[in-house]
């Protein structure tokens, strides 16, 4: 496993990072612990999750939210110091008009809750799940500060914001000298660009990490699905996930998915393999969060992950993307 700085922190991650969805939501804990184990095993030394990862994702029910950091509270009992322990807030976790947001009041009963579940005294990345336009970035990054210093969090982080917004927040914690956001996630792989027009070329200005979400785009890099073919049983699109069925009609990934199965094929690498690789061989990216409900999705994917793709390589995925219209 190869490790990265975080932005211009000296905190180093692992260039992969387990995330945790499928915990409580897919899998049991038993299941869970078995991940988990091959992660730390492979090297991985960032756990990812959220307050609002769990089977209330699916149901409806709030109060089997928070299932992913309930079970990751009983299973990194003694391997805690191991590894950097990410989770989120801002989704909401209840029925209540203050149950979710980035206001001062939901971010510090959130987080308490997220201790609680995570049995610890502290997390060391915790990042905003999305932008708030209800809540002001002081009250939101003043929060956040306050609990730097109470020693509850020891870095902070965004996820899901547009460079302006980043931009913004940077500009008031540079302004009342408050812990900024040091580290974005946003979603990236093959058929999902779109942070390469504005949020690349801000966090390479101003050294921010970039750990992104989805590198294998929700399971369709993985080359599992194949357009007009009924989904395998226990996958994301047999469960009938929302936001993939979303993708598939509005992206077209099966036709990417057959343009680079020869580039791979060529490397003796999956497509799974192929679409890490290139991920990883940009130098702005921190780390991929690699979601997985079996050990071996983490044995497979980063079989290769060390390996870079050619520039050769780069030049023709550009031309493949630019003809199927995924970049400009």
């Given at each position: 496993m190869l490790y990265r700085k975080l932005g211009r922190t000296g905190l180093k991650v692992s260039q992969i990072s387990l995330g945790t969805m499928a915990f409580g939501r897919w899998i049991d804990e038993k299941s869970s612990v078995a991940v988990l184990d091959q992660a730390l095993?492979?090297?991985?030394?960032?756990?990812?999750?959220?307050?609002?990862?769990?089977?209330?994702?699916?149901?409806g029910d709030t109060s089997l939210l928070g299932e992913s950091e309930a079970i990751l509270g009983n299973i990194l009992q003694g391997k805690r110091n191991e590894i950097i322990l990410a989770t989120k807030v801002k989704a909401p976790v209840g029925k209540g008009v203050n149950d979710s947001g980035l206001s001062r009041y939901h971010i510090t009963r959130a987080l308490e809750n997220s201790l609680c579940r995570l049995k610890t005294d502290h997390i060391d990345l915790y990042q905003v799940h999305g932008f708030d336009p209800d809540t002001p970035l002081e009250e939101t990054l003043g929060t956040l500060d306050?609990?730097?210093?109470?020693?509850?969090?020891?870095?902070?982080?965004?996820?899901?914001?547009?460079?302006?917004?980043?931009?913004?927040?940077?500009?008031?914690?540079?302004?009342?000298?408050?812990?900024?956001f040091e580290s974005v996630q946003p979603e990236y792989s093959l058929i999902t660009r779109d942070i390469e027009q504005e949020?690349?070329?801000?966090?390479?200005?101003?050294?921010?990490?970039?750990?992104?979400?989805?590198?294998?785009?929700?399971?369709?890099?993985?080359?599992?699905?194949?357009?007009?073919?009924?989904?395998?049983?226990?996958?994301?699109?047999?469960?009938?996930?929302?936001?993939?069925?979303?993708?598939?009609?509005?992206?077209?990934?099966?036709?990417?998915?057959?343009?680079?199965?020869?580039?791979?094929?060529?490397?003796?690498?999956?497509?799974?393999?192929?679409?890490?690789?290139?991920?990883?061989?940009?130098?702005?990216?921190?780390?991929?969060?690699?979601?997985?409900?079996?050990?071996?999705?983490?044995?497979?994917?980063?079989?290769?992950?060390?390996?870079?793709?050619?520039?050769?390589?780069?030049?023709?995925?550009?031309?493949?993307?630019?003809?199927?219209?995924?970049?400009?």
């Open positions: 095993d492979a090297g991985i030394n960032v756990i990812d999750t959220a307050d609002v990862y769990g089977r209330g994702m699916d149901t306050d609990l730097v210093k109470q020693g509850k969090i020891r870095y902070v982080g965004c996820s899901n914001f547009a460079a302006w917004q980043l931009a913004k927040a940077h500009g008031i914690s540079a302004l009342h000298k408050l812990n900024r949020l690349i070329p801000y966090v390479q200005t101003d050294q921010v990490g970039v750990i992104v979400y989805s590198p294998l785009g929700r399971g369709i890099l993985t080359g599992k699905y194949r357009k007009g073919e009924q989904p395998e049983a226990g996958t994301r699109l047999a469960a009938g996930e929302k936001r993939l069925e979303l993708l598939l009609k509005s992206n077209p990934a099966f036709e990417l998915v057959d343009e680079i199965r020869p580039m791979a094929e060529a490397r003796g690498w999956t497509i799974a393999q192929f679409a890490l690789s290139w991920v990883l061989s940009h130098s702005y990216i921190s780390s991929a969060i690699l979601g997985a409900s079996k050990p071996e999705h983490i044995t497979d994917a980063i079989r290769f992950a060390d390996q870079r793709l050619t520039q050769e390589e780069l030049n023709t995925i550009d031309e493949i993307s630019r003809k199927l219209k995924l970049i400009r």
